[in-house]
């Protein structure tokens, strides 16, 4: 029973059971263990049955602890069985078991009838042998159930410190796992923050790199025959670039962390040119990549970045695991879902790895050999499931394997804006400045060589210090702001410009950082772009151009008004190839997606001049095909 008051009839005295602790009146108010409310210290008592405190109206009514918080020697069942004591031990425990009992029972039962027979006389004696019988029965019904509470006692104390003892080894896992999650968190963090660090030292330097290829990639000076080799090796910087993005994938997704973004895509250029990358690749192993394109919208909405992710892995795949033969690559579009089937004439894949080879890290037995990560698939499983989208695949060894991916890619009616054929030389209006903000000189250095060819007024800034105390000077029409600067960096930069009398200037953010330049946009920031280094400089002007509402002058308007029809008669051997204004414009519409129209500047041109059919030709052919990177290419040689 716990520690309260009892009040006996001595004169309204009072005393207490048990003696408490010194300090346990001190003790703020405390909540019982079986009806969970509050009490004070006084009418509270620490329960050993239920291993918490418990107050006294719960002590009075439970009786299933059988007065554990008493000492030994005041429970009642020891102080009934203190005479026994006197006996031997062998005798003693003799009495005390089932047997001894109900002898002990049937003892004192028969000596109390057999009494009470002899004092009766009559026929009344004979009901006393009856009564004996009940007696004994029932003496041996209460040892048994006697015995069965024990022994249910006992099984309940034991199971309860059995469950007791689980309860502590789970807690104690559970703080195991707990400490293991938060080391794993805290590892998890620390690789995602140095993959990000030193994604942002290689693109650094890269972004050099691949700036100058694409200023030397625009240099009319440039031998024609140089251009191939300047595209293999901006290829070449971008799959670089493509590995770094990927680095962070897996972290990303299985934290939840990833972004998705809705981007207009004219679909068939994306395919081919999607197509176009991994030709070079299949021709260096000897394959034969076929592009097999269906019905396909000219607009869709997804998120660009991660569909050509997607793709590519399973692309890269098919021509890394076929040493022979030939990859397929087919796309077509019905009913809002696009489906996308690669097949190889690779190894296959057995039964066993089905579903092995989804896992990270993981490998099937038939490519253990073959370089990789193994995590190819399984981010292209996370995304295409992220995306809504199912991915699924067949496989037959010695045969090949056919990997199907199934998307809702909603379409939409939409032109999109068209793409800049080449750097404009101007554009409509006066000149503009343009504030560029970087700690790295060679970035600065290919941000100038850039917008001065396309005639901005370029001002340079080291740090974002120098750029606050240079704005009342320069007055910027637009900023380039590095978002990864020492001190202040781009974002905080952005900020105190908004406070300031400029802040209403556009301003566009360039970052190395992996992180950054996936979100797309910044906190506090969302109207100003995200752009990553290496900086696609076409894509840059592009969004200057419509920031500014820009009027480009192309390098060709100079010369010749764009026009699909001659201003002038053309002479018989000029009229057999298509004029380079008139390819200018149809590079434009390509650029732009928009293939009904493509298709209706090559059939006006034809019209009113028969003489390009045979330059038309190869036009027609490409684009009834899709072939739009060869279209477009042959229309870039023939313009360069």
């Not at 997606?593 to 030709?617: C, D, I, S, V, Y």
Request: net charge neutral; with cysteine.
């Amino acid at each position: 029973m716990p520690y309260r008051r009892m009040v006996s009839r001595t004169g309204g005295l009072t005393y207490l059971a048990r003696t408490q602790p010194a300090d346990w009146a001190a003790q703020p108010a405390m909540q019982c263990v079986i009806c969970e409310h509050h009490f004070e210290a006084e009418d509270m008592a620490q329960c050993p049955a239920y291993g918490g405190t418990i107050c006294s109206l719960c002590c009075s009514l439970d009786a299933r602890c059988h007065d554990r918080c008493k000492p030994v020697s005041m429970r009642m069942k020891v102080q009934l069985l203190t005479p026994l004591r006197l006996l031997p031990a062998r005798l003693r425990r003799r009495l005390l078991s089932p047997i001894g009992r109900f002898l002990s029972m049937l003892a004192g039962s028969a000596l109390m009838l057999g009494g009470l027979a002899w004092q009766v006389d009559g026929p009344w004696r004979h009901v006393f042998l009856f009564i004996f019988l009940a007696c004994a029965i029932g003496a041996w019904l209460l040892v048994m159930t006697q015995e069965g509470r024990r022994t249910a006692t006992r099984e309940t104390l034991h199971q309860t410190r059995l469950l007791m003892n689980e309860i502590r080894a789970r807690r104690r896992t559970d703080e195991a796992l707990k400490l293991a999650r938060e080391k794993a968190e805290s590892a998890s963090l620390a690789k995602t923050r140095y993959i990000s660090g030193i994604s942002h030292e290689i693109r650094s330097p890269l972004n050099a790199i691949m700036g100058y290829i694409q200023l030397l990639q625009h240099d009319k000076r440039m031998p024609a025959e140089r251009q191939k080799t300047f595209g293999i090796m901006r290829e070449s910087g971008e799959h670089i670039t493509s590995i770094l993005s990927g680095l962070l994938d897996i972290s990303r997704i299985e934290a939840g962390r990833i972004e998705l973004h809705s981007d207009t895509i004219a679909l068939p250029a994306f395919l081919e040119s999607v197509a176009q990358m991994m030709r070079l690749q299949a021709q260096a192993k000897g394959l034969t990549l076929n592009w097999e394109p269906g019905f396909l919208p000219a607009v869709i909405s997804c998120d660009e970045h991660r569909l050509r992710q997607i793709l590519l892995n399973l692309l890269s795949n098919a021509i890394k695991f076929t040493r022979h033969g030939s990859v397929t690559f087919s796309a077509q579009w019905q009913g809002q879902i696009a489906e996308f089937i690669i097949a190889d004439t690779g190894p296959g894949i057995a039964e066993e790895d089905y579903t092995r080879i989804f896992e990270p890290f993981e490998r099937g037995r038939m490519t253990a050999d073959m370089p990789g990560t193994g995590l190819g698939l399984t981010i292209t499983k996370l995304l295409t499931e992220i995306l809504g989208g199912e991915l699924t695949f067949t496989s037959t060894l010695g045969v090949g394997s056919r990997f199907r991916v199934r998307l809702m890619l909603s379409d939409r009616d939409i032109a999109l804006a068209p793409q800049l054929p080449a750097f404009p030389t101007g554009y409509d209006g006066p000149r503009l400045t343009v504030l560029v903000v970087d700690d790295n000189m060679e970035h600065r250095l290919i941000m100038r060589e850039t917008l001065e060819r396309c005639n901005f007024n370029v001002e340079e800034a080291e740090s974002g210090s120098d750029c606050l105390a240079c704005l009342p000077e320069v007055r910027p029409d637009l900023l380039l702001l590095d978002l990864s600067m020492p001190g202040m960096d781009g974002r905080d930069l952005a900020l105190r410009i908004r406070q300031t009398e400029f802040s209403a200037t556009p301003i566009i953010f360039l970052t190395g950082n992996l992180v950054e330049s996936t979100n797309r946009h910044v906190p506090s920031l969302d109207d100003c772009p995200v752009m990553g280094k290496p900086v696609n400089l076409s894509a840059l002007i592009t969004e200057i151009g419509q920031m500014l509402n820009l009027k480009w002058h192309l390098p060709q308007a100079e010369s010749a008004p764009i026009s699909l029809t001659p201003s002038e008669p053309l002479s018989p051997d000029a009229t057999q190839t298509l004029s380079a204004p008139q390819k200018a414009v149809l590079l434009t519409s390509l650029n732009s997606g928009n293939l009904r129209l493509f298709r209706e500047q090559l059939t006006t041109l034809q019209a009113k001049q028969p003489a390009l059919e045979a330059a038309l030709a190869p036009l027609f052919e490409l684009v009834s095909s899709y072939q739009l990177e060869a279209l477009r290419h042959h229309l870039e040689i023939s313009t360069s």
